[in-house]
């Protein structure tokens, strides 16, 4: 089954405890993105990659990093995390070209930094 | 850059009730227009799109017109059933970007 997932689907943490969340997906994609989503703010993009070790920022990009070693995975790491970047984190894929549109995207990642 | 803006919700229907969802667009060139739907608990899923100007996508009883002259992109369904109740996304995809309406939570209610 062609699918994205993600891990851990809820996390509670600390200020400045790093964290990782992973991100893999099943559909030998080459495109790979992050959002968070926060309420009547939309969909608003973090980091994408085009292909493995090609990274770029969206427009959201402070306060995370990610890193694309393998085609299949695009973990999202919060090196000190702080409240706010509480929020619903999706990870999302797709082919290269206009059908990067058509965007595959996993379950949601809740987090609260407390 | 490119914008989308859609109909404040949240919008409450009963069931069989006729559902329209505004979106309009700002963009330069012709982008194409997507609608995803987010089921609780899930991700997003593309529900339909269109590529071109009078294109009109389709999907489970959904429709919606890519309309130029308005720069529009409504979403309409004849008869809603309480499994349509998510929140629902415009899209466009743009100078090699897609970009996301705020979300329309819609409720059906038996």
């Known amino acids: 089954e062609a699918q994205v997932t993600q891990n851990p689907r809820y996390l509670i943490t600390v200020t400045g405890k790093k964290l990782t969340v992973t991100c893999s997906q099943n559909?030998?994609?080459?495109?790979m993105s992050w959002y968070r989503q926060d309420p009547g703010l939309g969909l608003r993009q973090i980091y994408y990659?085009?292909?493995?070790?090609?990274?770029d920022k969206g427009d959201v990009p402070e306060g995370y990093k990610v890193s694309r070693k393998e085609k299949r995975n695009f973990p999202l790491i919060l090196e000190s995390p702080s409240p706010n970047q509480t929020s619903l984190y999706f990870c999302?894929?797709?082919?290269?070209?206009?059908?990067?549109?058509?965007?595959?995207f996993g379950p949601g990642t809740r987090l609260l930094v407390l | 850059g490119n914008s989308v803006t859609q109909m404040e919700g949240p919008v409450t229907l009963s069931e069989e009730a006729f559902l329209t969802i505004n979106c309009t667009y700002t963009?330069?060139?012709?982008?194409?227009l997507f609608w995803y739907v987010q089921y609780p608990g899930e991700g997003l899923q593309l529900l339909l799109k269109?590529?071109?100007?009078?294109d009109k996508g389709s999907n489970k009883g959904f429709e919606a017109t890519y309309r130029k002259e308005t720069t529009s992109f409504h979403l309409e369904k004849g008869s809603v059933q309480v499994s349509d109740s998510a929140v629902y996304f415009c899209?466009?995809?743009?100078?090699?970007?897609?970009?996301f309406g705020t979300g329309t939570r819609l409720t059906i209610i038996p």
């Open positions: 899209a466009n995809f743009g100078n090699e970007k897609l970009t």
């Open positions: 269109a590529t071109k100007a009078d």
């Open positions: 999302a894929s797709s082919l290269l070209g206009q059908a990067r549109a058509a965007q595959y």
């Open positions: 990659s085009m292909n493995v070790e090609v990274t």
């Open positions: 963009a330069t060139g012709y982008p194409s």
């Open positions: 559909m030998n994609h080459e495109y």
